[in-house]
């Protein structure tokens, strides 16, 4: 069970201090949300966040990229030092390929599906990948309601693990909290993003504190 807050709900004047912050309170990935105002209506950070961010942290750096055509920068973001690149099947015509040149890279693949996609636009791209995201809200913008009725999505994709034997992890992004994190456990999901949750708190670390809690 890994924790990973986003850092798009923290202050970005003092990214370096939430990082730490974070990090001394039990999180396991930092989460970064990669937006080009394109794929989703809303415009965030590129590589050269991600590079200045490696050598403030030891946590795994978990990059979604909420991109159109998304394989035209991959590579950046390797070199620039993420350990784990996200990649929408709604965003590109050769998902295939953009996990291969992730994988090619020396970075675990992650593919991600939109709520308004389904476990079968992926089928054939799971023997590749590392990570399945499924959202639980719709991408761009942090704070939102979480979508209980994704959980059906995290079941599937259980059945298909033990089926076929894949190993891939199974990450939940939006709208977690204390109250949705168990269901997204529950479900079968072992890496849970959280942004408001944790970095819109007084104290984040107490949240990181909590969501584990809820996990065991
Ligand atoms: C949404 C992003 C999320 C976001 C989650 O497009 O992918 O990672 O930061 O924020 P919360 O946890 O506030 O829903
Ligand atoms: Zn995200």
Redesign the pocket.
């Known amino acids: 069970m890994k924790i990973a807050p ?1 850092i ?2 923290a202050d970005f004047a003092n990214l370096q201090r939430d990082i730490e912050l974070v990090e001394k309170n039990g999180a396991d990935y930092i ?1 970064i ?1 990669v937006m080009d105002g394109h794929f ?1 209506p809303n415009i965030t950070f590129g590589p050269a966040m991600v590079k200045a961010i490696r050598p403030t942290t030891k946590l795994t750096l978990d990059v ?1 990229l ?1 991109i159109t055509e998304p394989e035209r920068y991959i590579v950046d973001f390797a070199k620039a030092g993420a350990d784990i690149i996200g990649v929408h099947v709604e965003a590109t015509a050769h998902i295939h390929r953009a996990l291969q040149m992730i994988k090619n890279e020396g970075v675990k693949a992650e593919v991600v599906i939109n709520p308004g996609t389904s476990v079968d636009q992926i089928l054939h791209v799971l023997p590749l990948v590392d990570q399945v995201l499924v959202m639980t ?1 719709n ?6 309601s979480f979508l209980p009725e994704m959980m059906s999505k995290i079941e599937e994709l259980v059945e298909l693990k033990n089926k076929f034997g894949y190993t891939f992890d199974i990450e939940v ?4 909290d204390d109250k949705t994190i168990g269901l997204c456990a529950k479900a079968g999901a072992n890496v849970f ?5 944790v970095y819109g708190a007084d104290d984040p670390g107490e949240r990181i504190q909590t969501l584990k809690e809820q996990l065991s």
């Not at 991408?139 to 939102?144: I, K, L, N, R």
């Open positions: 986003s798009l709900s989460h949300d989703v979604h909420m809200v991408p761009g913008f942090g704070g939102q992004d939006g709208g977690v993003v959280a942004g408001s949750y």
